[in-house]
């Protein structure tokens, strides 16, 4: 079974770090792009970082200089550090694969994690 399970989020105060991980099973996702996404309440999903499998990197511009996507393709995970938070970077964190590139549109992915909360207090 093909799935992707992410972890790490949790509770943080305004300042301070989270490291996400998504960890992919069932296949390799060496070319694959894999993403980051996040959904605030009430707001329509947003493209958070993605990286593509030669580790090209692309970020949101809310995210720039604080959030740093990694991969490690010999154990099929995609990382997500978190530094600096903000209370509006407070959703639940989805990661996501695609063959190929890296795509800011989450229609073209193909597989989805359940998502992990992230609470960034004030």
């Known amino acids: 079974q093909v799935q992707l399970v992410e972890s790490g989020g949790g509770l943080a105060q305004a300042g301070g770090s989270l490291r996400l991980s998504c960890a992919a099973s069932?296949?390799?996702?060496?070319?694959?792009?894999m993403a980051w996404f996040r959904q605030a309440p009430g707001k329509e999903r947003e493209f958070v970082a993605g990286?593509?499998?030669?580790?090209?990197?692309y970020y949101t511009d809310s995210v720039k200089g604080r959030f740093t996507i990694s991969r490690d393709n010999a154990k099929n995970t995609v990382y997500l550090q978190m530094n600096s938070l903000k209370p509006e970077d407070t959703a639940v964190y989805y990661c996501?694969?695609?063959?190929?590139?890296?795509?800011?549109?989450?229609?073209?992915?193909?597989?989805w994690g359940q998502g992990t909360q992230v609470t960034v207090s004030s």
């Open positions: 996501a694969v695609r063959f190929g590139s890296v795509s800011y549109n989450q229609n073209d992915y193909e597989l």
């Open positions: 069932g296949r390799t996702f060496s070319s694959y792009g």
């Open positions: 990286i593509r499998w030669n580790t090209a990197t």
